[in-house]
């Protein structure tokens, strides 16, 4: 019986900062991200609470697991997309995992995916350095590239011309942005990579609030990158809330996890390519990238 309690108590805890929408201290923030898994514990351990009579414990705790499973569900499913007649673009993210990912098997992707863009996080001198050597840019000849040791540097690389931003607000890792000119059609493209809530979750906060909203009637923005977010962080939603769309949660593919590529922890889904409420998504894959500890994103839009 206490040990049921316990449980309880720990799941409702969490489950009610999801319904509340509060991401909390960096604890909190880190097991909201396990929102899925804590459902799926909650239906277990309501069940189990049940078998042994204990109603109001195996009650409670059902009822909230089946409304937080109620609110994850659309996520399986895809939803209708904007009418869209501009060009195709087709935008790649990858974290580098401090510049250890196989560079080869980056420029295979963006050559066998046809990329336009790349968004690269946690990228180094020596990784830029290897691209350039593995022919990244004779595929994507434009860049804007802000290499750091360690995990700080980012960058994005380009088919189509590009001309350096400043849309974000300041950030201890760099967030690069830049317009993209698309056969005529501008595009303002941003490299995202807050710090991770769970490093300092007001810092994290604040880095993504200073990320840019949609611009309506303007200039079609799309953030891709490692947010270090998932949809159960209130602070995430705050974008989609703004007006941007979520490509994988768009197309159904709101489960597949992005990090880490390995088993442990339970991987979840911190990678994302946000898009203008204009812009159509017309498909969405997580690919595999060998050394990183990350998965890429790749989103294929058209353009309004």
């Known amino acids: 019986m206490i040990a049921l309690a316990v449980l309880a108590l720990g799941f409702l805890e969490i489950a009610a900062l999801r319904l509340l929408g509060i991401d909390g201290n960096r604890i909190t923030a880190a097991l909201l991200a396990l929102t899925p898994y804590v459902a799926v514990g909650g239906l277990l351990l309501g069940g189990v609470s049940l078998a042994f009579r204990h109603w109001w414990i195996g009650g409670v705790v059902l009822v909230v697991a089946i409304a937080l499973v109620g609110m994850l569900l659309p996520r399986a499913f895809a939803s209708a997309q904007p009418v869209a007649h501009g060009p195709k673009l087709r935008v790649m993210s990858s974290n580098q995992y401090l510049g250890k990912a196989d560079v080869a098997s ?5 050559r066998e995916n046809q990329v336009d863009v790349l968004n690269l996080l946690e990228l180094t001198p020596r990784e830029a350095a290897a691209l350039e050597r593995a022919g990244l840019f004779q595929l994507l000849p434009y860049r804007v590239f802000k290499p750091q040791f360690g995990g700080a540097g980012s960058g994005i690389a380009s088919r ?3 001309t350096e931003l400043s849309l974000t607000g300041p950030s201890r890792m760099e967030q690069p942005s830049a317009r993209v000119d698309v056969h005529g059609t501008a595009v303002e493209v941003v490299a995202v990579h807050p710090i991770p809530p769970t490093t300092d979750p007001q810092e994290w906060k604040k880095e ?6 949609p611009n309506p009637g303007g200039t ?3 953030l891709a990158g490692d947010f270090n977010s998932t949809v159960d962080h209130a602070t995430f939603r705050d974008l989609l809330d703004a007006g941007y769309t979520d490509a994988g ?4 593919e709101g489960f597949k996890p992005t990090w880490p590529s390995s ?3 339970p991987p979840v889904t911190i990678d994302h390519v946000l898009v203008d409420p204009r812009v159509a998504v017309d498909g969405y894959r997580v690919l595999d990238v060998p050394d990183s500890d990350h998965h890429a994103v790749l989103a294929e839009v058209s353009l309004p």
């Open 220 to 222: 079609v923005r799309i």
């Open 263 to 265: 088993f442990f922890p």
């Open 106 to 110: 980056v420029v295979r992707l963006v």
């Open 208 to 213: 993504m609030a200073g990320l840019p909203r």
């Open 249 to 252: 949660l768009s197309r159904g």
């Open 160 to 162: 189509y011309p590009l």
